[in-house]
């Protein structure tokens, strides 16, 4: 299907075939053509399906695009993630349709990959397809055990699996194995921003079965499926992604701990209150982007020049959301200020080095700003004003030497040379 498409024009094509259903291997060459013996070699560096999508284009800025697994046994165990933003949930619920269609309801993932015991049955893997309009495929049932997912939790998280908040539940245990294997298997690469599990169960979450959801209209209108009209649309004035695409989680999935709702309540009432600290704290976040798809993208080699910098001027207004906070009183906003990293080594090092208008590309080169790395400089003075670098380092060469006549010649055997006259050829241990 992709045939004959020039590589600068790729990502729209690779758009449609994954809208299509389409699953895209991408490959490239893995070694430098102008060192290559025969044909340069190549190989799959990235596979992109519905749920592990990273280009911003085919994204929704104000939801998660999630891949869920489902691993169909006694009890099931469902895992959530989106790869662009670190995301990763867990549970368990019973076999019965109901069951499913409301956990993976409160989540509406772009793909499922189930275990072929999900398949036997073709009414209820039919039954998701249509009700979510989402892509399902099979993976292999070798890696639905076990010991397969204690491998694979415990490589991921860098904890023994008893430490973890699935411990004691297997089926979740084993979702999140496969899911995170699938992973690998499609980004080719570690995805170290995928750092935790949120563990919940049953009663820890208001349970809104699919029609309910549908019929109130939620987060999107019950005749066209829009977000416009729906009463995510009417309550969110979020000043980012982030905000909105957490907003939209709170809805989905409604507290019923007391605790935790109080403690919710007690931040929005100091910020209903506080208008200086809101509107002051909306202000510094109204220059923020997307800093958790950002780091997604750096993690998984998709980003480019515009979104390191991108990454680095959303981090400056850190500092300011922090001074603003520290005198809250609530326990969610103070825990909350308690967790923020300011990152500013990393705000200045993107700040410092990358110019204000870098090229889409890496590789059209002019990314790093003048005067933050000598060699850098003494590089790009080399590019751009060679002959004039050429007859400079001439002239020291000389004077270095004594060498009057000593030359800087270039050819294309032997490159750039230093040439020196036969009268001076006992001096040139010198050179």
């Known amino acids: 299907p992709m045939c004959g498409v020039p590589y600068h024009s790729a990502q729209q094509y690779i758009d449609r075939l994954i809208e299509k259903g389409y699953k895209v291997a991408i490959c490239e060459q893995t070694e430098d053509p102008s060192t290559a013996k025969g044909i340069v070699r190549r190989d799959v560096t990235r596979v992109v399906t519905a749920g592990t999508v990273t280009n911003s284009g085919m994204l929704d800025e104000k939801r998660n695009n ?22 990763l949930f867990a549970t368990e619920t019973d076999k019965s349709v109901s069951g499913l269609t409301t956990e993976i309801s409160r989540y509406n993932p772009a793909e499922i990959i189930a275990s072929s015991d999900f398949f036997v049955d073709l009414k209820i893997a039919e039954n998701i397809r249509e009700r979510f309009g989402c892509a399902i495929s099979n993976v292999d049932d070798w890696c639905f055990t076990a010991d397969f997912a204690q491998d694979k939790l415990e490589g991921q998280f860098g904890k023994r699996l008893s430490d973890l908040p699935t411990a004691g539940h297997t089926s979740a245990e084993i979702a999140v194995g496969v899911l995170l294997e699938y992973l690998s298997q499609t980004q080719m690469c570690r995805l170290p921003h995928i750092s935790e599990i949120s563990y919940y ?3 820890q979450f208001m349970e809104i079965d699919f029609s309910s959801k549908r019929n ?27 905000g ?55 993690v998984t080699g998709s980003a480019n020049c515009r979104d390191l910098l991108a990454l680095g001027k959303s981090l400056i207004p850190v500092p300011s959301i922090l001074e603003i906070l520290k005198n809250a009183k609530a326990d969610l ?30 590789r059209e080169g002019d ?65």
Do not use: H
């Open 66 to 87: 999630f891949l869920c697994c489902i691993y169909y046994s006694s009890p099931v165990g469902i895992a959530f993630a989106d790869v662009t933003t670190g995301d």
């Open 201 to 203: 169960t049953d009663g």
């Open 216 to 242: 109130l209209e939620i987060t999107s209108t019950m005749r066209e499926n829009k977000r416009k009209g729906s009463l995510l649309w009417v309550l969110d004035d979020t000043k980012t992604s982030m």
């Open 244 to 298: 909105a695409r957490m907003l939209k989680d709170w809805l989905e999935r409604p507290l019923t701990g007391c605790v935790a709702i109080q403690k919710r309540l007690g931040a929005v009432s100091e910020l209903v209150q506080s208008s200086f600290m809101r509107n002051e704290a909306r202000a510094e976040l109204s220059a923020m982007q997307d800093i958790e798809r950002l780091l997604g993208m750096e």
């Open 333 to 362: 906003l103070c825990e909350t200020v308690n967790k923020i990293d300011l990152l500013e080594d990393i705000c200045s090092v993107l700040n410092r080095a990358i110019i204000d208008n870098p090229p889409f590309s890496v």
């Open 367 to 431: 990314i790093i700003k003048e005067g933050y790395n000598e060699q850098v400089d003494i590089l790009r003075r080399a590019m751009n004003e060679g002959k004039q670098w050429i007859a400079s380092l001439e002239q020291q060469e000389r004077d270095k030497t004594g060498i009057k006549n000593l030359k800087v010649g270039f050819n294309k055997v032997f490159g750039y040379y230093i040439e020196v006259s036969k009268s001076n050829i006992d001096r040139k241990s010198v050179v």
